[in-house]
């Protein structure tokens, strides 16, 4: 009978977690669960979750999500069910030791053409103190200007490659090309050298730890100019005419494209897609109101992240502390853009 019971308890496991991937729902009452069964569940659910593209058909109409409540509390969830990172929302030392268990590699890509070698000392310093720190960190940097690089000291298991790009006169063509140039990278190297990819702006600096928390199969980072208004007013590609075309009524949140992370190949994808509509719009002598940040915009309106950062991995450095924003881990540092850009 035990015996029976115990086959039981397997089988409607198997059918519980059949429920959580969106297949059946059983309830029951059971008396125990066998380990193998309860790990079982948890690797099927976690392998759904990982491997699910979350698609949205064009001109759904739904209410904008809010980053804080009424009550003026943050939110950690978005309408999708992905988490939306802040401070208290993780146990750090836990998921950072959960996921050193797995041998994983974090590809980190840069971008310092022109005048913007200047950030680097700070950007790659400050990330040897904050920035997956304990892990295998692979820093990718395209720059021009390769006798620039400062030399930095990097921990155990962190390596830095230089990869030299042409100039460019306009800073917004630097920026549209990112989308192509990662797209290559990945194809020609991280499929095989990483597990996760980040893309970062180095005009920036790390203030904070970032760690295991932010991973995911596809990550996007809410600006800090926008996490509180209303979406009529965000800074969308609003011309019907663009590939990056939103509506006024359509919307989630506004990203910031100083970072795009998640699997090497769900950002390959990103990537990929992004510098096609890119592609499209130049075909037609079109360039998106905020480049590549537009593009990456309709992207995640369309194909939902499966995890969110809040501002406190992306704030500016000239804008006030807020109540919601607890701890500054990442932050565009104050410049002079007519000194550093190539062109107005």
Known sequence: MMKYLQNANTFLIVLACFSLTGLIFLGYTSISFGYKEIRLCLNLTKAHQENSNLQLQQGLSYNQPSVVGLDGKVIAVTPWLAPIVWEGTFDSFLIDSIYKQQNITIATTVFALGKYTQFLKDFLESAEQNYFVGFRVHYYLFTDH????????????????????????????????????????????????????????????????????????????????????????????????????????????????????????????????????????????????????????????????????????????????????????????IKNYAAVRPNP
Request: a negative charge; one cysteine or more; glycine letters at 6%.
């Open 146 to 333: 390769p006798e620039q690089v400062p030399a930095v000291k990097l921990g155990e298991g962190r390596q830095l490659t230089v990869l030299t790009v042409a100039s460019s006169n306009r800073w917004q063509e630097i920026t549209l090309r990112r989308m192509e140039k990662l797209e290559k990278l990945i194809e020609s190297r991280l499929v095989n050298e990483a597990d996760y990819v980040f893309s970062l702006d180095v005009d920036t600096k790390f203030y904070g730890r970032w760690g295991a928390e932010s991973l995911g199969r596809l990550i996007g980072v809410i600006h800090p100019g926008y996490y509180q208004t209303h979406r009529e007013h965000f800074p969308y590609e609003r011309r019907p005419e663009s590939q990056a075309h939103i509506p006024v009524a359509e919307g989630d949140y506004y990203y910031g494209g100083a970072v795009i992370g998640g699997l090497v190949k769900d950002v390959h994808e990103v990537a990929k897609t992004c510098r096609e509509q890119l592609d499209i719009d130049a075909a037609k002598s079109i360039e998106a109101a905020w480049q590549e940040e537009s593009h990456l915009n309709k992207y995640f309106l369309y194909n939902k992240p499966s995890k969110v950062l809040s501002p406190e991995y992306l704030w500016q450095d000239f804008k006030p502390h807020t109540n919601e924003v607890k701890i500054i881990r990442f932050s565009q540092v």
